[in-house]
């Protein structure tokens, strides 16, 4: 008998078990299965710090967080429709997020005595009222994945590696999932390894016929794709899209890339993707400290490459001093900042938008740069090549903002044209700029310094951390000082003429949501919920936050109220009102996780009742 | 181009006759007077012409102390740095541009306190940089706290009760960072100096070249033993490679002692198969035990190249990686990387 298929607008799927048992991999795989039906999608993977913490504990939860839709979306979702979930943890740790009425699905198998306390359950949920209210499918999906693969041979623990595959073949059925996408990827990752291709293939296979004969399961769900311009598409995290963002900026401008760094988790990844492509010229160097990165990184740029240095917010502390030299040295560099919780140690695997002041402010004297943010993972391209245009134009360090959420997150991307991207002219000093003589200071209709590079037959000179003239001769004359605190002050200030306006999206009303950075896709939904109740808001969202754009006051000053939802305690507000004199309200979250559509709708309507 | 064979980087063809002018610039120096920095330099503008490379192509690298200001007077391209930090930046430098003949001056402070960790790693990556560490043994611009070089006891500003700190022995120190090239030298023996910057300079690779430095303010007199010719001329130990360790105008001889160790002892009553035969090339075991024979200046102390062995340069290596990766995966091509992996088309 052929079961019923079922229309859905947009479904939220979240996947989880223990951190061995590659939930991320799976959540990945239905992800890419998923973008080429042309769903709209966002993702959220969240996973331990600890690389294996305690098997079958709270603590040691994997989960990856998929919402996919047939419409434009901008969140992972708040709360899943969807929860699979592999062992008794993964349920205890996952099921408060469930919407109510939701759909749970358990690997049975795994709800063993043993488990069960591991995961601090005194009963088994599966037999008490637990789960009650939610469509619970008790799937033994361990035991159906060893009998799958038996006649493979592999060892007992070998064959139960195979589950998260079982689940991903549920799941691609039920949610019509095209089956060659993984199976080709499967070939792709496990050709030179029959046994193991052979096993997950069949494991997934299992749990795909699980679903369309088993009588479990009565409907299987359609979503169809999303409304998208034409072009070329593809998934894309935060981290890959920057780490290319680089590269394409390394193209553009001719500048070879130097990316030093030192190992930070969630800024890892950058040092990993970059160093895969050495054939594009790209050098990576994973530097002794954070300190030393930031060095590198500045010294590649004197000798004319492309200096780039990656971490997270404990190493930004550390490269605070390199940063104030590259600010005296006047040189092109970019610095990316994936953020994530702290202060300290903090949460390292958790997001927060909680340096932004340090960007802004994290340096001794008087030591202005410019500071971007990325909105979403497929803007994390635009944004590193915009930090390098403005870097190389300006010959400034620019501090690039990320964070954990970005940086580990997907969508869809429209692949850019390169011919459209924006060209950089590393604009090298050829000549003496001062009659016969070069001098390093001397600046141009930007305000910037020229860029000798070291082997330029007769423009050697001598710059570094101490206050200097034009000639690059130390000065310890006071209005020489207090003239070149503001010459470097004018020089960031100016590349407001050089950057797009604060866009507004505005149906009229009285109040402005502001937002930067993360918070771009959950302040969109909010406000969609919002405009779809009748209520009345506007929303803009800032990518360059130093300077900020010159409409930034007028936007601000013509609206009654402003609400800037931050995961921090009310940086950017801090800026605005001090900035500005309005009196912007934050909507603060700081836990670690991002903002909910939910939660920002109702704040927001609390607002436009106030 | 450049000479990588010799350790030389940087253009020599085309450039003409070079004369210490061409490395001086025209700033005026402001070291104390008296300072040994002012013999250095000297020494320094002196010998760059002899490599016959454009100052165009050098580069002086330095960080934060008296030694700092080097860059300033040398009329090349030149980064004046943070503190401690002039290996890393250097790094960056000579890594991206192996073509370039870079140099870093720093001192005792500057390289074993707060840059230690950049010393130490500059030198086993093996970059192709030239480390001079000028060591006075105190800090001179922060006006006299002693150093990770002073000796134990030293009565300074911070230490009015004597120095707690058990020193650095610097040589050992980038012995034990797997250092390809160890050397000392002194501030006033410009011959001497000179000879050292010679082979500092054909090593290929990183070169860690300790200078002892009169601070004539904060610890004058601190390498008397060495530096003053009539005292010198008995305590220098100076070190050539293929000889027999024998100084002291032929009297004194370093050698195997009883239980193995490296010992002073009178030439004549040595057997002269136990005077130690210098090998810079040998076991690093040498050069540390030659480092230990007489740690501190205080005693007959070694000076000239302690060690000297071949590695892959850092910056070559990486250029190297970049050529092969080119070959085997094709230059990159944004376009086809954008579109890697699984791609959909909406029309």
């Known amino acids: 008998m052929a079961k019923q298929v079922e229309e859905k607008q947009d479904v939220v799927i979240r996947f989880a078990g223990d951190s061995g048992d590659g939930m991320q991999l799976t959540g990945d795989r239905f992800t890419s299965a998923t973008a080429i039906l042309g769903n709209d999608l966002a993702t959220l993977p969240d996973f331990p710090a600890e690389i294996r913490a305690p098997a079958g504990t ?115 059925w039920m949610y019509g999932r095209p089956v060659d996408i993984t199976l080709d990827w499967l070939e792709r990752k496990f050709g030179d390894k029959p046994q193991i291709f052979d096993a997950n293939a069949a494991a997934f296979k299992a749990g795909y016929n699980f679903g369309e004969t088993t009588e479990v399961f009565a409907h299987s769900y359609r979503v169809k794709p999303a409304p998208a311009e034409p072009g070329t598409y593809r998934n894309i995290s935060g981290a890959t899209a920057l780490a290319w963002g680089l590269v394409a900026a390394s193209e553009r ?86 953020q994530r919780a702290g202060p300290s140690t903090g949460m390292p695997t958790k ?61 869809p991307w429209l692949i850019p044209d390169i011919a459209s991207l924006p060209e950089i002219d590393p604009g090298f000093a050829t000549g003496p700029n001062a009659g016969t003589e070069y001098l390093p200071y001397l600046r141009d209709g930007n305000l910037a310094r020229p860029w000798a590079i070291p082997g330029t037959p007769g423009l050697r000179h001598q ?7 034009e000639t690059g ?43 930067w950075g993360s918070s771009y896709g959950m302040i969109l939904a909010a406000a969609r919920r919002v405009r779809e109740r009748g209520r ?34 009310g940086q950017l507000a801090l800026l605005v009102r001090a900035k500005y004199l309005v009196d912007a309200k934050t909507y603060s979250k700081v836990q670690g996780v991002p903002i909910f559509a939910e939660e920002l709708e109702q704040a927001i309507l609390e607002v436009i009742r106030s | ?52 490379i454009s100052p165009d192509d050098t580069v002086f690298v330095s960080g934060i102390g008296c030694s700092g200001r080097f860059t300033y007077y040398m009329d090349t391209y030149g980064v004046h740095g943070i503190h401690g930090r002039a290996p890393a930046l250097a790094t960056g430098i000579a890594t991206a541009r192996p073509d370039l003949n870079v140099w870093v001056v720093t001192g005792d402070g500057d390289a074993l306190s707060i840059g230690g960790n950049h010393i130490i790693h500059a030198l086993r990556r093996n970059v192709n940089i030239k480390i001079l560490m000028f060591n006075n043994q105190i800090y001179g611009l922060t006006k006299g706290q002693y150093s990770p070089t002073s000796e134990e006891g030293k009565i300074t500003k911070s230490t009015p009760f004597g120095s707690l700190d058990h020193p650095f022995n610097p040589i050992a120190l980038a012995l034990g960072a797997e250092a390809t090239f160890v050397a000392r030298s002194i501030d006033n023996d410009r011959q ?47 070190l050539a490679h293929g000889k027999p360790i024998i100084f002291d105008e032929g009297k004194q001889c370093i050698s195997v002692g009883d239980n193995g160790r490296l010992v002073i002892t009178d030439v004549e009553s040595t057997p002269p198969e136990r005077i130690i035969v210098h090998d810079v090339h040998g076991r690093p075991s040498l050069a540390f035990a030659l480092a230990h024979t007489s740690p501190w200046p205080t005693e007959p102390t070694c000076i000239g190249v302690f060690r000297e062995v071949e590695r892959p340069v850092y910056g070559e290596a990486m250029k190297h990686q970049i050529e092969a990766a080119t070959d085997r995966l094709g230059k990159g091509n944004l376009e086809r990387l954008l579109h890697s992996g699984d791609t959909w088309t909406i029309d």
């Open chain 1, 536 to 569: 009345k808001v506007a929303t803009a969202h800032m990518c360059h936050l130093n300077p900020f754009p010159k409409n930034t006051g007028e936007v601000l000053r013509a609206y009654e109220q402003v609400l800037i939802p931050e995961m921090n305690t």
């Open chain 1, 463 to 469: 710059i570094g951390g101490l206050e200097k003239d």
């Open chain 1, 253 to 338: 401008s001719g500048l070879p890339l130097f990316y030093a760094s030192y190992p930070i988790t969630p800024a890892s990844e950058l040092l990993h993707e970059l160093s895969r492509l050495k054939n594009f010229g790209v050098r990576t160097l994973q530097a002794e400290d954070e300190i030393a990165a930031a060095n590198i990184a500045l010294g590649a740029s004197f000798a004319g490459h492309l200096g780039v240095t990656g971490t997270s917010g404990p190493g930004m502390d550390l490269k605070a001093e390199t940063l104030g030299l590259a600010v005296m040295l006047e040189l092109p560099m970019v610095i990316v900042d994936v």
């Open chain 2, 192 to 238: 001497h100096l000179t000879q050292v910057l010679r082979q500092a300079a054909a090593h290929r690779g990183a070169a860690f070249v300790e200078i002892y430095q009169n601070c004539i303010v904060f610890n004058d007199g601190a390498f008397d033993l060495l530096r003053e010719k009539a005292q010198g001329v008995h305590n220098q130990i100076r």
């Open chain 2, 1 to 52: 181009m450049s000479d990588v064979e010799s350790g030389h980087a940087g253009r020599t063809e085309g450039v003409g006759t070079l004369t210490k002018k061409d490395f001086t610039s025209e700033r005026e120096v402001r070291w104390c007077p008296g300072c040994g920095d002012y013999a250095i330099l000297a020494t320094v503008q002196s010998f760059m012409p002899e490599l016959g």
């Open chain 1, 58 to 172: 709270v603590n040691g939860v994997s989960a990856f967080q998929i919402h996919f839709a047939s419409e434009h979306i901008t969140t992972p979702g708040d709360h899943p429709n969807v929860l699979v979930a592999m062992n008794p943890a993964a349920l205890k740790a996952e099921l408060g997020s469930v919407e109510k009425g939701g759909t749970v699905i358990v690997n049975e198998d795994a709800f063993t005595q043993h488990n069960l306390e591991k995961a601090g359950y005194a009963r088994n949920p599966l037999d008490d009222a637990t789960l009650d209210g939610y469509q619970v499918y008790r799937v033994p999906m361990t035991s159906m994945t060893v009998r799958a693969v038996e006649e493979l041979g592999l060892a007992r623990k070998e064959a139960e590696r195979a589950k998260n595959m079982f689940a991903l073949g549920l799941a691609s």
């Open chain 1, 351 to 411: 997001t927060e938008q909680t340096d932004l002041l340090l960007a802004m402010f994290g340096r001794h004297g008087e030591s202005p740069m410019p500071v971007l943010a990325a909105r979403s993972p497929s803007h994390c391209f635009d944004v590193a090549t915009e930090a390098c245009r403005i870097a190389v134009k300006y010959r400034t360090p620019v501090i690039l903002l990320s964070d954990t959420f970005l940086a580990n997150s997907s969508e």
């Open chain 1, 473 to 515: 001769s130390i000065s310890y004359d006071p209005h020489n000082h207090e003239r070149m605190v503001a010459m470097r002050a004018a020089k960031v200030e100016k590349i407001a003429d050089d950057i797009p306006p604060l866009e507004v999206d505005d149906p009229g009303g009285d109040l402005l949501v502001l937002g």
